[in-house]
């Protein structure tokens, strides 16, 4: 089936009241123009409500990206961060709404900055930076930020991100361990929480994303992945870390 369909299926939907998870009009735009399918390798999966493994990363429901998006409150020419760009398709929804130039997503992971970068150049959204940083650090040299959207989990945001935070700005989170709710933090510090969530928390430098999987099948499904990611371009192959690979 034509993807552009299936995108328009998706979102209508995330826009139904049986759902009733996406309301913001630029939001809704956004999720129908970027083809979700180039940042997954099943066309139909990717436009199914769910969320897939990739590299050891979540990539996101699209009603959870439509809600994050909708508590997020985005504005065109805000300048936007996000805390793990994982694969890259919610930089490239933050991309349609703000402009390309305006977003900003970091990862602590190699391989992913390098499936991002790939994926959103694919799709048509090079302008989007990807670096490979500590996500607790930020992106200090882009700064400020009107809006900083984590994708993963952390109690209290970390210091460094909020002052990152331009004025009248504002960080999303999924914030706790186990619980976790969703939650805003407002540039004038104040706060407001929504629905329990789900996400895996913010890794520190140093950190893995994963421990080694002991199950042959897992693993080498895994590792078949990894290579696949890793050889689609090549000028990855100067800096990506092989020491980091399963063994």
């Known amino acids: ?4 369909v299936l995108r328009e299926d998706m979102v209508d939907g995330l826009e139904s009241p049986a759902k009733g998870v996406l309301t ?4 809704a735009i956004a999720m ?17 409500d769910r969320a897939h493994e990739i590299l050891e990363t979540r990539v996101l429901a699209p009603s959870t990206v439509a809600r994050l998006f909708e508590v997020l409150a985005l504005e065109d020419g805000d300048d936007v961060l996000i805390v793990g760009a994982g694969v890259g398709y919610t930089a490239a929804v933050a991309a349609e709404i703000v402009g390309e130039q305006r977003v900003h997503a970091v990862d602590i992971s190699r391989p992913l900055v390098a499936e991002a ?3 959103l150049e694919r799709a048509g959204y090079e302008g989007v930076l990807v670096d490979r ?3 607790a650090g930020g992106l200090p040299e882009y700064a400020p930020f009107d809006r900083i959207l984590l994708e993963a989990a952390a109690v209290d945001p970390p210091r460094r991100l909020l002052d990152q935070l331009a004025d ?6 999924p914030r706790g361990t186990q619980p976790q709710r969703l939650a805003a933090i407002d540039g004038d510090g104040s706060s407001d929480e929504f629905e329990a969530v789900s996400f895996d928390p913010l890794l520190l430098e140093g950190e893995q994303s994963g421990a080694v999987e002991r199950n042959r099948t897992n693993r080498e499904d895994l590792e078949y992945a990894r290579q696949r990611a890793e050889s689609r371009t090549g000028w990855e192959q100067e800096w990506i870390a092989w020491d980091d690979r399963l063994r």
């Open 117 to 119: 970068r790939t994926n």
């Open 24 to 27: 913001d009009e630029a939001v």
């Open 168 to 173: 009248g700005g504002r960080l999303v989170l």
């Open 32 to 48: 129908r123009d970027v083809p979700r399918h180039e940042f997954l390798e099943d066309d139909r999966a990717a436009y199914a």
């Open 133 to 135: 940083r500590d996500g």
């Open 1 to 4: 089936m034509d993807p552009a």
